[in-house]
């Protein structure tokens, strides 16, 4: 296992993702650093509610939005100039020193909300560089026949990960309060660093890397970059419409219904298990076919039809039925998240590909979760069934976009 931040070149080999060492210590140490930030947010909720009143803890969780959204499109900058592995291992080792500090901090007194506050701000200012990061770096670690079978894999990580994460965090703060919460969470964290840097990475040729010149001008190229693109421009487009459409009902939208219709906490919780396995059938299913043809037309056609299982969802009376709407959802978001997310890597040149994640990042973490405050608002003045059904068909638009570009409808994922 190498120690340096300069591996040696990646050789292309037609081994499969799913039976690559490279590949799986890269997906070694997502699934760790993503079981760390769950782990970390039910710490950070559970020290905020502590030290503070429910208003105020509000405002710290939310806190770390502010920076992710105001700079992420600066971090595609920095992780296409440094290279994503070596700002993906910097991310890691930055957010699990600040983890480790809080934890001893607690661990020693009760310094109220204000250490809390700066970590979620500090956590939320790592993040703009460690998503565009993340999303270059599977680009660098195996062929491009293999990106699908890659994307099928993270989601399988992403859903391990928030199956294992509340449970842990719940058993950290029951066993030692935040502070041991907290202390789980930066070693979760940490283990992902020794892994990251044994991943051996592809450098780019010369020839194929962006010019660079002032960061501004950097990332004015990415944009000019996208907004020229044949596939990549109304994908973001595709990607903005639906989750635009998707958020406020799977969220602030779910609550309320299983509220007004007597599900209850637990009622909710069956339809997000649903919703769950659903997404992680479709992330399976990905990971071992490792291609699905006519990529761009099966994205449309599943964004078209999960559209209208959401607005659906809304009329449901009851709660079988919905555990059983929500599982469609979930298979049909999966899939057409993940084609998007497929399509994202294969498309776009690699040396911009951290300023191509970045844009999509801060529709779908930063500005698309604004969303979820007017959602309530609106089922508050016009009922569940209206904001749902104008919700699909945000999120079907998407899907028109997509049928409607003869690039984006016709394009594939290579083999």
């Known amino acids: 296992m190498t120690a340096t931040l300069t591996p040696p070149a990646l050789t292309t080999t037609d081994r499969p993702a799913h039976r690559d060492p490279n590949v799986l210590r890269w997906l070694g140490a997502y699934g760790s650093s993503m079981v760390g930030d769950s782990v970390y947010y039910i710490a950070l909720s559970w020290a905020a509610v502590q030290a503070g009143t429910p208003a105020q803890a509000g405002i710290v969780m939310s806190v770390s939005a502010l920076p992710r959204a105001v700079l992420m499109l600066g971090g595609g900058v920095i992780a296409d100039r440094l290279g994503p592995r070596r700002v993906v291992i910097g991310s890691d080792a930055a957010r699990c020193a600040a983890v480790l500090a809080v934890a001893a901090l607690l661990f020693l007194t009760s310094p109220g909300l204000w250490p ?140 309320l219904l299983a509220e007004r219709r007597g599900w209850g906490a637990s009622g909710m919780g069956w339809v997000l298990a649903g919703f769950g396995a659903g997404a992680g059938a479709a992330s399976l299913l990905l990971a071992a076919r490792g291609r699905l043809p006519r990529a761009g037309l099966v994205a449309a056609c599943t964004i078209i039809t999960g559209s209208a299982a959401i607005g659906a969802l809304a009329f449901v009376p009851h709660l079988v039925g919905a555990v059983g709407i929500a599982l469609l959802i979930g298979l049909l978001a999966g899939l057409s998240g993940a084609m998007c997310g497929a399509l994202l890597q294969t498309q776009a040149d690699p040396a911009y590909l951290g300023r191509v994640t970045a844009v999509s990042s801060l529709v779908s973490l930063g500005l698309t979760p604004l969303s979820m405050p007017f959602s309530a608002a609106a089922i508050g003045a016009w009922g569940l069934g209206p904001v749902y059904t104008v919700s699909a068909a945000v999120c079907g638009l998407g899907g028109v976009v997509a049928l409607c570009v003869p690039d984006l409808r016709r394009a594939e994922l290579p083999r």
């Open 116 to 255: 809390l506050a700066l970590l979620a701000l500090v956590f939320g200012t790592v993040d703009a560089v460690f998503v565009p990061a993340v999303g270059a770096l599977p680009a660098r670690i195996t062929g491009k026949n293999q990106l699908a079978r890659v994307q099928g894999m993270r989601g399988l990580a992403i859903r391990f990960a928030n199956v294992v994460g509340a449970p842990l965090g719940g058993l950290g703060v029951a066993l030692g309060g935040a502070a041991a919460a907290f202390g789980l969470a930066g070693l979760l964290i940490a283990v992902s660093v020794p892994l990251l840097i044994g991943v051996r990475v592809r450098e780019l040729p010369a020839d194929d890397r962006a010019p660079t010149g002032t960061a501004r001008s950097d990332l004015a190229a990415g944009l000019r970059y996208i907004r020229g693109h044949r596939v990549l421009a109304p994908l973001m487009i595709v990607i903005a419409l639906g989750d635009l459409g998707f958020v406020g009902p799977l969220n602030v939208g779910l609550t």
